[in-house]
């Protein structure tokens, strides 16, 4: 094409006789090139650009005009934002100095040079009112007004946060978590990622779209509260563009359920400790149904029971009851010093835990678990055993001189 600077009328004879041609289009393609590049080489243009910044940060609105052969007279400013939905004079620049218009803005300064003919602005702090579209126009005597229209986009990062709902052990699905990113333009995504839970849990999104520009994306996970998702890690990932990186927000499940099977295990020859599994963790009382606690020979501390003495004072059952707010349940230990001072002549029975429903928590899980008839009646008997301290200690002492029969021989 560089024939097409000499002249239109080379140009046309050549789109006309141009016979490798197969299409009649081309002839016309060539004279629409040729009558552009025809305008004179160097023309008057003003430049813009656009202007991408975050929230609270400071934008520059570029504007140059560039070969002007006639004299410049004013540089202006006119906006239409958010914040002044209708076309706004707010700035000029004459050849004495740049100037206000209709009220004084001052996080707008004049960053440029008239005579250098560059009508830059710079606008700090910027909000979300300051974001649409500011026109630079250059007017040139005698030809008048010249202008460019910079449009300015902000950018509001997300407030992005997590939220456990520790749902109490059940078998219908309910709400487990949700990942929020607050106020965020343009809108950001929220995802889940849960690998060891794919099949367990289900995410759905919504989004809130908000008068002044930016939206909410909520992310809420579902699941059935099983123990198999309690402590599970999941992580929400939140991308916008208004993030220079993803934010990760990692959460561990919670299901809540009241304390499973207690047992005593020893930990040295004179010191015990009762385990159990809970959430929220449980917490631990030792007694010795039907006698006086503390005994002076005994320590506790929290889980862990310690017999400071070997005498026959410590013979006799030892129950440790593990429980948290939505239930209790307890163990027991059975100590009997058979003379002497011995160490190794005790006898040691920890004995498996009666289930102790108490509170609603336990109450619901088993409503919502069908029991077998003789599950059903033996809870009802536990039930009874624990409104009744005096039978519940007979039976477990009863019990626990079984398992001592069943040693001796
Ligand atoms: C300016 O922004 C518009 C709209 O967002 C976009 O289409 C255009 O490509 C941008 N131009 C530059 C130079 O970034
Ligand atoms: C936008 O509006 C929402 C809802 O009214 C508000 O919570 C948020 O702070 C606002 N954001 C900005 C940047 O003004």
Redesign the pocket.
């Known amino acids: 094409m560089a024939g097409c600077e000499h002249s239109l009328f080379s140009c046309l004879l050549r789109g006309i006789f141009s016979t490798e041609s197969s299409s009649l289009l081309l002839p016309l393609m060539l004279l629409n090139g040729c009558l552009n590049l025809h305008r004179p080489a160097v023309a008057l243009q003003v430049i813009g ?2 202007a991408t910044v975050a929230q609270g940060e400071t934008a520059i609105l570029p504007c140059k005009l560039t070969d002007a052969k006639e004299p410049l007279t004013q540089i202006s400013w006119q906006r239409m934002t958010r914040g002044k939905p209708v076309n706004d004079n707010f700035f000029t620049v004459v050849p004495s100095g740049p100037n206000y218009v209709n009220g004084a803005d001052r996080r707008f300064k004049f960053i440029g040079n008239f005579s250098a003919h560059n009508g830059s602005l710079q606008l700090s702090d910027v909000t979300l009112l300051d974001e649409g579209s500011y026109s630079c126009i250059f007017t040139l005597f005698p030809s008048g007004n010249h202008r460019t229209e910079i ?1 300015l ?1 902000v950018l509001v990062p997300p407030d992005t946060s997590v939220k456990d709902y520790h749902p109490f052990m059940g078998n219908e699905e309910v709400l487990l978590a949700t990942c929020t990113a607050a106020g965020s333009r343009p809108p950001a995504e929220v995802k889940w990622t849960y690998s060891t839970l794919s099949e367990k849990v289900k995410a759905i999104t919504n989004t809130t779209q908000h008068a002044n520009g930016t939206t909410t994306t909520l992310s809420s996970l579902f699941g059935v509260p099983t123990r198999d998702i309690n402590q599970q890690p999941v992580i929400c990932v939140v991308t916008s563009s208004a993030l220079s990186k993803a934010e990760t927000l990692l959460l561990t499940l919670q299901v809540h359920f009241s304390p499973t099977e207690v047992n005593i295990s020893e930990i040295s020859e004179d010191s015990f400790e009762c385990l159990t599994e809970a959430n929220p963790n449980a917490s631990f009382t030792w007694s010795r149904p039907g006698q006086s606690w503390p005994p002076s020979t005994v320590r506790v501390d929290g889980a862990k029971l310690q017999l400071l003495s070997i005498t026959s004072d410590l013979n006799g059952l030892y129950k440790c009851e593990a429980s948290n707010l939505y239930g209790r349940k307890h163990g027991q230990l059975y100590v009997y010093v058979t003379s002497g001072t011995c160490t190794a002549c005790w006898v040691l029975f920890s004995l498996l835990l009666i289930l102790i429903p108490i509170g609603v928590g336990a109450w619901w899980y088993f409503k919502k678990h069908p029991r077998t008839e003789e599950s059903t009646r033996e809870e009802r008997q536990r039930v009874q055993t624990s409104s009744s301290p005096e039978e519940e200690q007979g039976e477990s002492m009863q019990r626990a001189a079984g398992v001592e029969e069943e040693n001796r021989v």
């Open positions: 650009g656009n449009p986009n």
